[in-house]
């Protein structure tokens, strides 16, 4: 079946690179909480502080959410109420899932399509940072990597409810 084979060969390429991009998050988070707790021992202990600190803290944050999120719904990590939907049979459950999945992926190619749209702006208006200038299209270049990759792991999901909807 057609959608079997696309949904593997997505699969092959896509779940590797979430799993690189969640450690990329991890480390992120870890770089982020040093930073933290060297800025704030050096402020209370030197009267010194780190310049920028909250500046960089809120551009690692975006690679921290925007780089989990792909793997987070590899790995069902989602919140997601079953409540009511336990109750019905599995074909809606399957048809339920399948609009939900096609609505998502919708959404958030999107978002990371007018996001690089955004970024681009940014990029030629030459946008800096307050406190340290940095660029700031970069880290939305950030934002579309993970949103490119989520919508190609929701598309993922969706191919997983259609073969369930085609096969109940």
């Not at 336990?86 to 959404?107: K, N, P, W, Y």
Request: with cysteine; net charge neutral.
């Amino acid at each position: 079946m057609l959608v079997e084979v696309l949904k593997r060969k997505l699969e092959v390429w896509i779940y590797p690179v979430t799993k690189i991009m969640s450690r990329i998050a991890s480390v992120t988070l870890v770089i982020m909480m040093l930073l933290t707790v060297t800025d704030v021992f050096l402020r209370k202990v030197f009267s010194y502080s780190i310049l920028g600190t909250v500046e960089v803290t809120e551009f690692l944050l975006v690679i921290v959410v925007f780089f989990a999120l792909a793997d987070t719904e590899v790995l069902n990590g989602h919140v997601k109420v079953d409540l009511v939907m336990s109750r019905f049979g599995e074909r809606a459950q399957g048809m339920v899932d399948l609009i939900t999945q096609a609505i998502c992926f919708l959404l958030c190619v999107i978002f990371a399509w007018s996001t690089l749209i955004y970024s681009e702006q940014m990029r030629v208006s030459g946008e800096v940072s307050q406190d340290l200038w940095l660029p700031v299209y970069p880290f939305i270049y950030f934002v579309v990597a993970g949103c490119a990759i989520f919508a190609l792991t929701l598309l993922i999901k969706f191919l997983i409810a259609l073969m369930k909807v085609v096969k109940s």
